[in-house]
């Protein structure tokens, strides 16, 4: 055991040594073009003689408002020229924000475009690469099971939960700027919302999955401004069991209005989900971290298990837990050992890391940049489902600047699951918010 202990990690120490005499570094100033020069100079150094036709991808993990600039002096140098045919492929890597609200995002697009075809942004959003986030495609189009029952004549509702233990951290200066519907709403909720929503594709290709993303959120009943507060409730942290409240973290102001919480209850206008809840929920400092989609399937209209009546059995509900614990869960009414009527909910319960043993489970933007890699668009976010999430969000975002009575900014007690009002958006449908403290 302790030879083979050694031999791996030579082998280990080999591939490290290997992999970083590969890496170089080039600095240079982002608003010159002196610098991409420079930049094609060692790219074209690199490739000599090894690759002269390989494919590069330009990564920009850069603030968002260089990310034109950059892109236009990467276009000027000639760096992300591309032959008629697409070849060799030069793909650029953008991160969000893709714009703060609808009329940035269009303006961000022109510019990209003016230099780069749409075949050539991957706009990422790490939660697609995640592997739970993926599984909601294959779990309802490749199940017979699910298909026939994922409608309004048998789904109750379906809530969505990005819950964040950490504060803010080191990112007062964005987040001052973005705030959660931004931050998470724009892109990760209303991403896991379409998949969770949308209409079978009439394939797997990217074009498919992401034209039927894009009708899926043209469907999503725009918010009543007048009566915003019924739909939609924000907070902030407050300090509470030694936590710091969000006004005296680092760089914060101590008068900020900046939402660190969202709650919203939705609806889809389409003939599939007519009169189905979506409730959404995301924030900083909660109870713990947890990811997770919940669809919570009708009760029975009938129960012939007298004196049990039907209201007192609980619903199915099938849970996809996208982190931590990446997994599915399903909850049935089945036989308890005991008497004839023993009965009792029962979790059917699959995690990932059963399967994989002592693997260690894959990084969502390994997977991504793989996916860039070999010019598959399918987990990256197109620019019009950009554009449909910002039309329905940034009237909320107007309406909480010149009248922000019309949604008061809660607080919350750090460490909780956020403020008391977010109780009642549920309860206007007669429902409540899944515990999630276990």
Request: with cysteine; glycine share 6%.
């Amino acid at each position: 055991p302790g030879l083979e202990s050694k031999c791996k990690k030579d082998e280990c120490r080999f591939k490290l040594e290997s992999f970083l005499s590969k890496i170089s570094y080039v600095s240079g100033d982002y608003s010159s073009l002196e610098t991409y020069e420079k930049l094609g100079r060692s790219i074209e150094n690199i490739e000599s003689g090894r690759c002269p036709e390989a494919g590069r991808i330009f990564y920009l993990s850069t603030p968002p408002d260089l990310c034109s600039q950059i892109v236009s002096l990467l276009g000027a140098s000639g760096l992300v020229s591309e032959n008629y045919e697409g070849m060799p492929w030069r793909h650029v890597v953008i991160e969000k924000p893709f714009g703060h609200d609808l009329e940035s995002a269009q303006k961000l697009d022109r510019e990209l475009r003016s230099v780069l075809k749409e075949r050539q942004i991957y706009r990422i959003d790490h939660y697609l690469g995640k592997e739970t986030v993926q599984n909601i495609l294959m779990l309802r189009f490749a199940n017979r099971i699910f298909e026939p029952v994922w409608s309004h004549e048998h789904i109750d509702n379906v809530q969505i939960t990005v819950a964040e233990s950490v504060g803010v951290g080191h990112r007062a200066g964005y987040y001052e700027q973005s705030g959660q519907l931004r931050d998470m709403f724009q892109n990760h909720m209303l991403e896991m919302l379409s998949l969770v929503a949308m209409e079978m594709p009439v394939s797997f290709e990217a074009d498919s999955v992401r034209n039927e993303k894009a009708k899926l959120l043209q469907s999503i009943r725009p918010f009543p401004i007048k009566d915003l507060s019924s739909y939609i409730v924000r907070g902030q942290y407050a300090a509470a069991d030694g936590l710091a409240g969000y006004t005296e973290e680092k760089g914060v102001a101590k008068d900020s209005q900046t939402e660190t919480f969202v709650a919203a209850r939705l609806f889809i206008d389409n003939w599939r989900w007519k009169g189905v809840p979506f409730y959404l929920r995301s924030g900083k400092r909660m109870g713990r971290k947890v990811s997770e989609i919940a669809v919570t399937f009708k009760k029975i209209p009938h129960s012939i298990f007298s004196p049990i009546r039907a209201e007192d059995l609980s619903p199915n509900v099938l849970v996809m837990n996208v982190q931590p614990d990446e997994g599915l869960s399903l909850t049935i009414q089945a036989k308890q050992p005991g008497p004839k009527l023993c009965m009792g909910s029962l979790t059917m319960d699959f995690k990932y890391k059963s399967i994989l043993e002592e693997e260690e489970f894959p990084e969502a933007y390994e997977r991504l940049l793989l996916d860039c890699m070999l010019g598959d668009q399918t987990l990256f976010i197109r620019n019009d489902t950009i554009e449909r999430a910002w039309t329905l969000l940034t009237p909320v975002l107007e309406a909480w600047k010149q009248n922000p009575a019309l949604c008061p900014l809660h607080k919350y007690p750090a460490g909780s699951w956020g403020p008391d009002a977010v109780h009642a958006l549920p309860w206007m449908e007669k429902h409540v918010w899944r515990e999630l403290n276990i």
